[in-house]
């Protein structure tokens, strides 16, 4: 195993990914563990978290996907970073195999406190064609390429002139009907209804938009009446909601089926199939000695330590989605832990960084325990829906829902200059509009360089025709014949 020279030798509080978790534990802990002679290093693939509650605005064209983002080395100045993944966690030994994310040859991490702060990855089925298929909302990028897929797809769809073709590019696709799945469809529905407006060749009745959903409701997370009402409000905007109905295949057109009997549903062209049908555990906790639950979560107390039935395993934490927390409060998941999201991630990693501090202290701990705030979300400008739990339940939907989701998230993305630049964008954009500027060939951005670049093909030589022989006039030899048919052949500008 190759050992890497730039590790700093002290005392490690080593945090596994670097995202609502790993990012505000860093923040929190970075200058005590630094001060007292340690040092805290975040391991992650990505040089920046990702606040994805605004995915499906970045998708909608509302946010400047750089501004959903929070950049590690910005704002982490006093921790140790490594731009990397790790593969295997040894805590019997205290060491971590981490491999660089320049593809270089891996190494080994040493560390006192372990914080595992993985997150979840997009839980998919095998569903024949969906890995070719299909797009998830978990990362920028994904968001980045979903919205320029969405103004391409209008823009070249409103040239074809086969209606097979043209109905299949103007043909959108959502699979899911959580919140990721409800904020992106409609997002993308109002920044498509926004592109149409600016093209006189596509009208909106052309563009189809359809939600898929295996349960009978959408939204868990809100009332059932509020459910209701959102199932109503998507369809007054002609989205075509499908419940009780599943993506069975993929491959060529997409075949779906209804539920439970799987009866065959519908069938149909699309080249936008996005997947926002849940998540699950990042599966690297797998590769470590660490006590998992049956859906592949670290075991943990609640004051975050892990623990398995042989008891507490020292200086080792985990929190956010890749670790089943209680839920103390009693309402959570029907397995008695946390539901997965950033609310909750938010906040545990807060708890996790007091804790692991007062350890070192024997101090005593405390167990994470927050009341719900409920749940807000936005459904394209001035629309969305609201359960607030202040003064007992509160719903709301409309304006007054999409504006209580921009006050929740607009304050709750970390640090106050992403905040800054979250709401300013977001004020300008009153008055300016949405920006339905297409960005070409960012999977290709060499592509004009190369194209320069490259000589053309010289052009073939035209063939030389044959020259008919010249007959002999009276008194002249052959020759001289020749040079007087050319003479007479030259125009007269040319002399």
């Known amino acids: 195993m190759a050992s890497s020279p730039q590790l700093q030798d002290r005392p490690r509080v080593l945090v596994v990914g670097g995202g609502y978790v790993g990012l505000y534990v860093a923040l929190k802990l970075q200058k005590k563990i630094a001060n007292a002679g340690g040092i805290v290093t975040v391991v992650d693939p990505l040089p920046y978290m990702t606040y994805q509650p605004f995915l499906p605005e970045v998708a909608g064209g509302n946010i400047e996907a750089r501004h959903a983002v929070v950049s590690h080395r910005q704002h982490l100045k006093q921790t140790e970073l490594i731009q990397g993944r790790v593969l295997s966690i040894d805590h019997a030994n205290r060491t971590a195999v981490v491999a660089p994310a320049d593809g270089g040859e891996n190494f080994e991490v040493p560390y006192f406190d372990v914080v595992v702060a993985a997150g979840a990855i997009t ?13 998830g909302l978990k990362t920028i990028e994904e968001a980045v390429a979903l919205r320029n897929g969405v103004l391409e797809r209008i823009e070249t769809g409103s040239l074809m002139t086969d209606p097979a073709e043209r109905a299949r590019a103007l043909t959108f696709v959502v699979v899911g009907g959580g919140f990721a799945g409800i904020e992106c469809i409609t997002e993308m529905e109002d920044l498509a209804r926004a592109a149409v407006k600016n093209n006189p060749r596509v009208k909106q009745e052309e563009v189809r938009f359809v939600l898929v959903e295996a349960m009978g409701r959408i939204m868990p997370e809100v009332t059932a009446s509020q459910a209701d009402w959102v199932v109503e409000h998507l369809r007054s905007r002609g989205i075509e909601v499908l419940l009780n109905t599943s993506l069975d295949n993929a491959e060529g057109s ?73 839920d103390l409060s009693g309402s959570g998941l029907p397995d008695g832990t946390c539901v997965p999201n950033a609310q909750h991630a938010l906040r545990q990693a807060k708890r996790l960084a007091k804790n692991l501090w007062a350890s070192r202290w024997d101090k005593p701990l405390k167990d994470y325990k927050h009341k719900n705030l409920g749940a807000v979300a936005g459904f394209g400008e001035w629309k969305g829906v609201a359960n607030i739990n202040l003064l007992g339940r509160i719903g709301l939907k409309g304006p007054l829902a999409w504006v209580a989701h921009r006050g929740y998230h607009g304050l709750a993305i970390p640090t106050f200059e992403r905040k800054i630049r979250v709401i300013s964008g977001w004020f300008w954009a009153l008055f300016l509009g949405r920006d339905t500027t297409q960005l070409m060939d960012l999977d290709n951005p060499r592509g004009a360089f190369v194209t320069a670049a490259t000589p053309a093909p010289k052009p073939a030589a035209a063939p030389v025709a044959p020259v008919a022989p010249v007959a002999p006039v009276a008194g002249k030899s052959a020759a001289d014949a020749a040079r007087t048919e050319t003479k007479e052949a030259v125009p007269a500008d040319s002399k």
Do not use: C, Y
Not at 266 to 288: H, I, K, Y
Not at 294 to 312: Q, S
């Open 254 to 326: 997409l075949k779906l089926i209804n539920l439970p009997d799987k009866t065959p549903a519908q069938e149909f062209e699309s080249d936008t199939l996005v997947w926002t049908a849940g998540v699950q555990a990042n599966p690297m906790v797998r590769s470590t000695d660490f006590p998992l639950e049956p859906r592949g979560r670290v075991r943990v107390l609640p004051d975050l330590r892990i623990a398995g039935d042989e008891g507490i395993i020292e200086n080792a934490w985990a929190a956010g989605d890749v670790a089943a927390v209680p």
């Open 123 to 135: 839980r998919t089925f095998p569903i024949k064609g969906l890995a070719d298929k299909g797009i």
